[in-house]
Protein backbone atom coordinates (compact mmCIF):
# COMPACT_ATOMS: atom_id res chain seq x y z
CA UNK A 1 0.00 0.00 0.00
CA UNK A 2 2.84 2.29 0.88
CA UNK A 3 4.53 2.02 -2.57
CA UNK A 4 0.84 2.38 -4.38
CA UNK A 5 0.90 5.47 -2.39
CA UNK A 6 4.11 6.69 -3.54
CA UNK A 7 3.57 5.62 -7.26
CA UNK A 8 0.07 7.52 -7.19
CA UNK A 9 1.93 10.65 -5.39
CA UNK A 10 4.73 10.77 -8.45
CA UNK A 11 2.38 9.99 -10.90
CA UNK A 12 0.32 13.09 -9.47
CA UNK A 13 3.05 15.38 -9.11
CA UNK A 14 4.09 14.60 -13.29
CA UNK A 15 0.65 15.20 -14.49
CA UNK A 16 0.09 18.43 -12.53
CA UNK A 17 3.89 19.51 -13.47
CA UNK A 18 2.80 18.59 -17.54
CA UNK A 19 -0.16 20.98 -17.20
CA UNK A 20 1.68 24.09 -16.60
CA UNK A 21 2.23 26.09 -19.41
CA UNK A 22 5.46 26.40 -20.42
CA UNK A 23 5.69 30.25 -20.63
CA UNK A 24 4.08 33.26 -18.43
CA UNK A 25 2.01 36.03 -20.75
CA UNK A 26 1.22 39.23 -19.54
CA UNK A 27 -1.57 41.82 -21.78
CA UNK A 28 -0.82 45.56 -21.67
CA UNK A 29 -3.50 47.34 -22.69
CA UNK A 30 -4.20 51.21 -23.22
CA UNK A 31 -6.31 53.37 -25.63
CA UNK A 32 -4.13 52.74 -28.45
CA UNK A 33 -4.66 49.52 -27.98
CA UNK A 34 -3.10 45.90 -26.12
CA UNK A 35 -0.34 43.77 -26.57
CA UNK A 36 0.73 40.54 -25.09
CA UNK A 37 4.19 39.60 -24.14
CA UNK A 38 5.89 36.79 -23.64
CA UNK A 39 8.51 36.59 -20.60
CA UNK A 40 11.20 35.09 -21.03
CA UNK A 41 12.25 31.74 -18.72
CA UNK A 42 16.11 32.65 -19.39
CA UNK A 43 16.05 35.90 -16.88
CA UNK A 44 13.78 34.32 -14.27
CA UNK A 45 14.72 36.94 -11.61
CA UNK A 46 13.56 39.72 -14.08
CA UNK A 47 10.25 37.49 -15.14
CA UNK A 48 9.76 36.79 -11.22
CA UNK A 49 9.93 40.58 -10.11
CA UNK A 50 7.59 41.75 -13.13
CA UNK A 51 5.09 38.75 -12.46
CA UNK A 52 5.16 40.11 -8.57
CA UNK A 53 4.40 43.52 -9.72
CA UNK A 54 2.07 42.59 -12.16
CA UNK A 55 -0.03 40.57 -9.21
CA UNK A 56 -0.10 43.41 -6.88
CA UNK A 57 -1.70 45.79 -9.74
CA UNK A 58 1.05 47.85 -9.90
CA UNK A 59 1.29 48.76 -13.18
CA UNK A 60 -1.99 49.94 -13.34
CA UNK A 61 -2.13 53.46 -14.09
CA UNK A 62 1.31 54.04 -14.66
CA UNK A 63 2.20 55.81 -17.74
CA UNK A 64 4.33 55.53 -20.78
CA UNK A 65 5.86 58.42 -19.91
CA UNK A 66 8.73 58.85 -22.66
CA UNK A 67 8.59 57.78 -26.32
CA UNK A 68 10.93 58.22 -28.86
CA UNK A 69 9.46 57.06 -32.18
CA UNK A 70 12.19 54.24 -33.92
CA UNK A 71 13.41 53.66 -30.42
CA UNK A 72 11.02 52.35 -27.90
CA UNK A 73 8.54 53.58 -25.39
CA UNK A 74 9.17 53.31 -21.50
CA UNK A 75 6.55 53.10 -18.74
CA UNK A 76 6.42 52.00 -15.55
CA UNK A 77 7.19 54.85 -13.20
CA UNK A 78 5.22 54.75 -9.63
CA UNK A 79 5.48 59.02 -10.06
CA UNK A 80 3.68 58.86 -13.19
CA UNK A 81 0.18 57.66 -11.59
CA UNK A 82 0.84 60.20 -8.36
CA UNK A 83 -1.47 63.43 -9.67
CA UNK A 84 0.98 65.54 -7.64
CA UNK A 85 3.95 64.67 -9.51
CA UNK A 86 2.60 63.58 -12.74
CA UNK A 87 1.43 67.04 -13.46
CA UNK A 88 0.79 67.96 -17.23
CA UNK A 89 4.81 68.75 -18.05
CA UNK A 90 6.32 67.70 -14.99
CA UNK A 91 9.24 65.43 -16.02
CA UNK A 92 8.94 62.12 -14.91
CA UNK A 93 10.88 58.47 -14.99
CA UNK A 94 12.78 59.29 -11.78
CA UNK A 95 10.62 57.02 -9.41
CA UNK A 96 11.37 53.50 -8.53
CA UNK A 97 10.88 50.87 -5.50
CA UNK A 98 14.17 51.34 -3.68
CA UNK A 99 15.60 48.08 -4.80
CA UNK A 100 17.38 46.85 -8.27
CA UNK A 101 17.23 43.55 -10.12
CA UNK A 102 20.55 41.99 -10.96
CA UNK A 103 21.29 42.54 -14.89
CA UNK A 104 20.43 39.10 -16.78
CA UNK A 105 22.04 39.00 -19.96
CA UNK A 106 22.37 36.39 -22.49
CA UNK A 107 23.82 35.58 -25.61
CA UNK A 108 20.52 34.39 -27.42
CA UNK A 109 18.74 37.32 -26.05
CA UNK A 110 19.20 40.88 -28.25
CA UNK A 111 17.25 44.17 -28.65
CA UNK A 112 14.98 43.21 -31.46
CA UNK A 113 11.78 44.90 -32.33
CA UNK A 114 9.21 44.28 -29.91
CA UNK A 115 11.00 43.47 -26.98
CA UNK A 116 10.70 43.85 -23.36
CA UNK A 117 13.50 45.51 -21.54
CA UNK A 118 14.47 46.90 -17.85
CA UNK A 119 15.46 50.23 -17.92
CA UNK A 120 18.01 51.64 -15.23
CA UNK A 121 20.04 54.24 -13.98
CA UNK A 122 24.01 54.58 -14.71
CA UNK A 123 25.29 52.13 -12.34
CA UNK A 124 28.80 49.71 -13.03
CA UNK A 125 26.99 46.44 -12.77
CA UNK A 126 24.03 47.53 -14.62
CA UNK A 127 21.51 46.61 -12.69
CA UNK A 128 17.87 47.03 -13.44
CA UNK A 129 15.07 49.18 -12.49
CA UNK A 130 12.66 47.52 -9.80
CA UNK A 131 10.11 48.13 -12.29
CA UNK A 132 10.40 50.64 -15.11
CA UNK A 133 10.92 48.99 -18.35
CA UNK A 134 10.50 50.08 -22.40
CA UNK A 135 9.05 48.18 -25.39
CA UNK A 136 11.47 48.58 -28.15
CA UNK A 137 10.31 49.77 -31.78
CA UNK A 138 13.57 50.31 -33.08
CA UNK A 139 14.34 50.43 -36.72
CA UNK A 140 16.43 48.50 -39.57
CA UNK A 141 20.29 48.91 -39.54
CA UNK A 142 22.37 48.63 -42.35
CA UNK A 143 25.79 46.11 -42.56
CA UNK A 144 27.98 49.66 -42.08
CA UNK A 145 26.08 51.23 -39.39
CA UNK A 146 26.38 47.46 -37.17
CA UNK A 147 30.22 47.99 -37.60
CA UNK A 148 30.27 51.57 -36.45
CA UNK A 149 28.27 50.35 -33.60
CA UNK A 150 30.52 47.26 -32.98
CA UNK A 151 33.24 50.03 -32.26
CA UNK A 152 31.64 52.45 -30.20
CA UNK A 153 33.19 52.01 -26.48
CA UNK A 154 29.63 51.59 -24.90
CA UNK A 155 30.05 48.25 -26.51
CA UNK A 156 32.73 47.02 -24.40
CA UNK A 157 33.87 44.97 -27.80
CA UNK A 158 30.66 42.97 -28.68
CA UNK A 159 30.09 41.56 -31.52
CA UNK A 160 26.80 41.21 -33.37
CA UNK A 161 26.52 37.13 -34.56
CA UNK A 162 26.09 36.80 -38.12
CA UNK A 163 22.14 35.79 -37.34
CA UNK A 164 21.26 39.19 -34.99
CA UNK A 165 22.64 41.10 -37.58
CA UNK A 166 19.99 39.63 -40.40
CA UNK A 167 17.48 40.23 -37.70
CA UNK A 168 18.74 43.75 -37.53
CA UNK A 169 18.92 44.56 -41.15
CA UNK A 170 15.33 43.01 -42.12
CA UNK A 171 13.01 43.33 -39.05
CA UNK A 172 14.84 46.19 -36.84
CA UNK A 173 15.19 47.02 -33.14
CA UNK A 174 17.64 48.66 -31.15
CA UNK A 175 21.17 47.12 -31.34
CA UNK A 176 23.07 50.00 -29.28
CA UNK A 177 21.56 48.84 -26.37
CA UNK A 178 22.53 45.01 -26.06
CA UNK A 179 24.28 43.26 -23.56
CA UNK A 180 23.75 46.53 -21.60
CA UNK A 181 19.49 46.53 -20.51
CA UNK A 182 18.20 43.26 -19.48
CA UNK A 183 15.74 41.92 -22.22
CA UNK A 184 13.50 39.65 -20.31
CA UNK A 185 10.72 39.27 -22.66
CA UNK A 186 8.65 39.85 -25.72
CA UNK A 187 5.40 41.02 -27.77
CA UNK A 188 3.91 38.34 -29.44
CA UNK A 189 1.04 40.07 -30.48
CA UNK A 190 -0.47 43.82 -30.98
CA UNK A 191 3.25 45.21 -31.79
CA UNK A 192 0.72 47.87 -33.87
CA UNK A 193 0.26 49.54 -30.05
CA UNK A 194 3.67 50.09 -29.73
CA UNK A 195 4.34 52.03 -33.08
CA UNK A 196 1.25 53.98 -32.43
CA UNK A 197 2.52 54.96 -28.78
CA UNK A 198 5.54 55.84 -30.46
CA UNK A 199 4.26 58.53 -32.74
CA UNK A 200 2.36 59.98 -30.65
CA UNK A 201 2.80 64.53 -29.56
CA UNK A 202 5.31 64.94 -27.25
CA UNK A 203 7.25 67.73 -25.09
CA UNK A 204 10.78 68.32 -25.09
CA UNK A 205 11.23 65.90 -22.34
CA UNK A 206 9.86 63.06 -24.94
CA UNK A 207 6.63 63.05 -22.70
CA UNK A 208 3.57 62.12 -24.87
CA UNK A 209 1.43 65.22 -24.48
CA UNK A 210 -1.57 63.51 -23.28
CA UNK A 211 -1.28 60.83 -21.19
CA UNK A 212 -0.81 57.18 -22.04
CA UNK A 213 -1.80 55.45 -18.92
CA UNK A 214 -1.83 51.09 -18.98
CA UNK A 215 -3.02 48.57 -17.23
CA UNK A 216 -1.26 44.97 -16.76
CA UNK A 217 -2.39 42.14 -16.33
CA UNK A 218 -1.33 38.02 -16.02
CA UNK A 219 -3.15 35.75 -18.57
CA UNK A 220 -4.43 32.88 -17.14
CA UNK A 221 -2.92 29.33 -16.70
CA UNK A 222 -5.45 28.23 -19.86
CA UNK A 223 -5.08 31.45 -22.13
CA UNK A 224 -0.90 30.69 -21.37
CA UNK A 225 -1.05 26.99 -22.60
CA UNK A 226 -3.13 28.13 -25.77
CA UNK A 227 -0.58 30.73 -26.75
CA UNK A 228 2.43 28.06 -26.26
CA UNK A 229 0.51 25.35 -28.15
CA UNK A 230 -0.24 27.86 -31.01
CA UNK A 231 3.36 29.83 -31.26
CA UNK A 232 5.94 26.95 -30.10
CA UNK A 233 4.09 23.68 -31.16
CA UNK A 234 6.32 20.74 -30.02
CA UNK A 235 8.38 19.08 -32.63
CA UNK A 236 6.78 16.63 -34.95
Request: charged share 30%; net charge positive; with cysteine.
Amino acid sequence: MKRLLTLLLIFTTATAFAGKPKNQYVRIKTSYGECIIRLYNETPQHRDNFIKLVKKGFYNGTLFHRVIQNFMIQGGDPDSKDPKKATPGAELGNGDLGYTVPAEFRDSIFHKRGVLAAARDDNPKKASSACQFYIVEGKRYTTGKLDTLEKAPRMNGHKFPEWQRKWYQSVGGTPQLDQNYTVYGEVVSGIDMVDRIAAVKKDERDRPVEDIPMTVELLKKRECKQLDKLLYPPAP
